[in-house]
C-alpha cells in the first residue's frame, strides 16, 4: 500500500509539472518570434551610405611657380635731381726759371776734392770698457736653526765674476756660522752680465757683497 502511495503522489507531482510547462510554451514561442522580428528590423535599417570611393591625398613635390620678368618693375623711378657742378679750378699760370749764371764747380762752396786712397786707409776705432752689471740676485734662504733661535747677523762676501757672468771663487765670512752655507748658495746662484775690456769680455775679480739675516717684525 505505501508503495502504490508514493507512486501515485510521483504521478501527480509529474503530471502537474508538464502541465505548467506546456502553459508557458506559447507564451516563449511569442518572445522568440519577436526577438528575431526585431533582430531583422536592425539588420535591414539604413544605417547610412558609406563613401563610395576613398579619397587619397595628393601632394605635389614640384609645383609650377609663375615666373616673372625681372625687367619690369612695379616701382615708379624716382624723378633725378639735377646736381650743378662745381666751378672749375683756377688756371696757373705757367712762369719759365731763369737759369743760374754761375757754374757750381767755380763757386765757393763747391765740394773739395778728397783724396780717396786717403779715406780707404782711414781706420776707426771704438773702445767700449764696462765694469759687470747685475742680472739676477736671488735672496738667500733663511735657515731653520736661525729662525727657531730667533738668530740674526751679517755676511760679507767676496768673489769673482767670469766671462759667462757667474761668480766663482766665493768666500763669506758671517757673524754666525749657521748663516755662511745659505749666503754661499745664493751667491753662486746669482746672474751678472760680465766686464767689458776693449771690447771683449774679461773675468773680474774681487767683486764684494754684504747679504743681512733679520727676522721679520
Known amino acids: 500500500m505505501n508503495i502504490y502511495a508514493n507512486n501515485q503522489q510521483w504521478f501527480n507531482l509529474s503530471a502537474g509539472s508538464n502541465g505548467r510547462v ?3 510554451l506559447p507564451m516563449a514561442a511569442i518572445i522568440t518570434i519577436s526577438l528575431f522580428l526585431i533582430m ?3 539588420v535591414t535599417l539604413d544605417m547610412g551610405k558609406l563613401p563610395e570611393k576613398e579619397v587619397t591625398p595628393r601632394f605635389d613635390i614640384n ?11 612695379k616701382e615708379k623711378m624716382k624723378r633725378e635731381v639735377e646736381v650743378t657742378p662745381p666751378p672749375a679750378l683756377p688756371q696757373i699760370e705757367k712762369m719759365a726759371s731763369s737759369l743760374p749764371a754761375e757754374s757750381i764747380t767755380n763757386s765757393s762752396w763747391a765740394i773739395p776734392n778728397l ?15 764696462r765694469d759687470i752689471q747685475p742680472i739676477f ?8 736653526n736661525a729662525q727657531t733661535r730667533d738668530l740674526e747677523g751679517n755676511c760679507s762676501a767676496v ?6 757672468g757667474s761668480p766663482f771663487n766665493i ?44 727676522m721679520a717684525d
Open 22 to 24: 506546456l502553459s508557458v
Open 40 to 42: 531583422k528590423f536592425m
Open 63 to 73: 609645383p609650377v611657380v609663375d615666373e616673372k620678368d625681372p625687367r619690369i618693375r
Open 115 to 129: 783724396d780717396k786712397a786717403g779715406i780707404a786707409n782711414m781706420r776707426t776705432k771704438f773702445k767700449i770698457n
Open 137 to 144: 740676485k736671488g735672496r738667500p734662504a733663511y735657515p731653520l
Open 159 to 164: 768673489f769673482d765674476v767670469g766671462i759667462n
Open 171 to 214: 768666500k763669506v765670512n758671517c757673524t754666525a756660522s749657521v748663516f755662511e752655507r745659505s749666503a754661499r748658495n745664493a751667491i753662486s746662484k746669482w746672474k751678472y752680465n760680465p766686464k767689458i775690456a776693449d771690447g771683449k769680455a774679461v773675468i773680474m775679480y774681487g767683486v764684494k757683497n754684504s747679504i743681512k739675516y733679520k
